[in-house]
């Protein structure tokens, strides 16, 4: 049976999940609500998403917790912290020393990068040329090489994360992968009591083992609107005329203004790839939160498409308040 005639019934229990499960986690975590919902839409979308804030900001423990509400086994996660001094075999795996005796270069990839199916990497500006070679190849292309053989990788999604966003050349084309950047702002102004709140009950639930954030929904829902999306939805979508791209023309038309306002006048890099990647990542939100209708708030991800620190904060606000206006 394929997705096109797939039983719809399926598609729509899966979505449902994802939905209640985007409310649990909402509950439980602080002012997280619009980077709870980029995460899901993110691996719905098998698109990388990087978030940016200082250490203490939640950026590990949303991976972390994401994951554990999935039932995801620990041997299709992987998380590492990456510093200056990482070597490709801490992410890809140590080379098998009983097969380089035989003159074979190959690595032990069981537990590492190459295995994983959300895959987090904590400080990933600070990777080497050889790591970053690796990681590109990995996320655009779904696959790793040994002894110059091409091997698929089971990558569902990459989430990383950086304390900023460096400007040197050698660290665009990662950058660009990352089709969505969001900041994690800490809370601790805004809600003072609640953190001190939330943070003793999840010590405590972590001490008595339970998890309130465990949900029906497993990566395999994911996986399927995924797949349901790319065999159907998009196909259908840009099967209408230029007017009606995202269903409605006033949010078509408001679409590709943003994108020559943020490319025009922000200065914000907007690529060929990037744009189609937008559009996708948009579709997905909307059909997972409104069945495919795109809405004004599908277009608030035009708030995460910068490449540097600064794009970050003045695309959030011009896009929001441009949305705002828009009647």
């Known amino acids: 049976m394929t997705l096109q005639t797939q039983n719809i019934d399926q598609i729509n229990e899966a979505r449902a999940r994802i939905v209640d499960y985007y409310t649990r986690l909402n509950d439980f975590f602080l002012k997280r609500s619009d980077l709870l919902k980029l995460m899901l839409v993110a691996v719905a979308a098998q698109e990388p998403m990087l978030f940016i804030g200082r250490p203490g900001t939640a950026k590990s423990m949303l991976v ?3 994951c554990q509400g999935l039932g995801m086994k620990s041997e299709d ?3 590492y912290m990456l510093t200056k001094f990482s070597e490709p075999s801490e992410i890809m795996g140590p080379v098998d020393i009983q097969e380089l ?7 032990k990839v069981d537990g590492h990068l190459p295995t994983a199916k959300i895959a987090f990497l904590d400080e990933i500006f600070k990777a080497n040329s050889a790591i970053l070679n690796m990681l590109l190849t990995v996320i655009n292309e779904r696959k790793y090489y040994q002894e110059g053989k091409a091997i698929p990788v089971p990558l569902v999604c990459m989430f990383a994360a950086s304390n900023e966003i460096p400007d040197f050349g ?3 084309a990662l950058k660009d992968r990352f089709i969505i950047k969001a900041e994690t702002l800490s809370v601790r102004d805004s809600c003072f009591h609640e953190l001190i709140r939330m943070g003793v009950s999840f010590e405590s639930r972590i001490y008595n083992r339970e998890k309130p954030w465990k949900s029906d929904c497993t990566l395999d829902d994911f996986i399927l609107i995924h797949d349901y999306v790319v065999s159907t939805v998009l196909p259908n ?3 209408r005329d230029d007017k009606h791209l995202l269903g409605d023309e006033r949010i078509t038309t408001a679409f590709k203004a943003l994108i020559s306002v943020l490319a025009d006048e922000l200065k914000v890099e907007i690529t060929d790839r990037k744009l189609i990647k937008l559009y996708k990542v948009i579709l997905t939100q909307a059909f997972i939160f409104n069945g495919g209708n795109v809405t004004r708030d599908d277009l608030k991800i035009l708030c995460y498409c910068g490449n540097n620190f600064s794009d970050v904060r003045k695309i959030k606000d011009y896009i929001e308040e ?3 206006n828009l009647d």
């Open 77 to 79: 996660y992987f998380e």
């Open 64 to 66: 972390s917790i994401f």
């Open 170 to 172: 050698e660290f665009d």
């Open 322 to 324: 441009r949305l705002a």
């Open 237 to 239: 979508a840009i099967e």
């Open 101 to 107: 005796k035989s003159g074979r270069y190959l690595r």
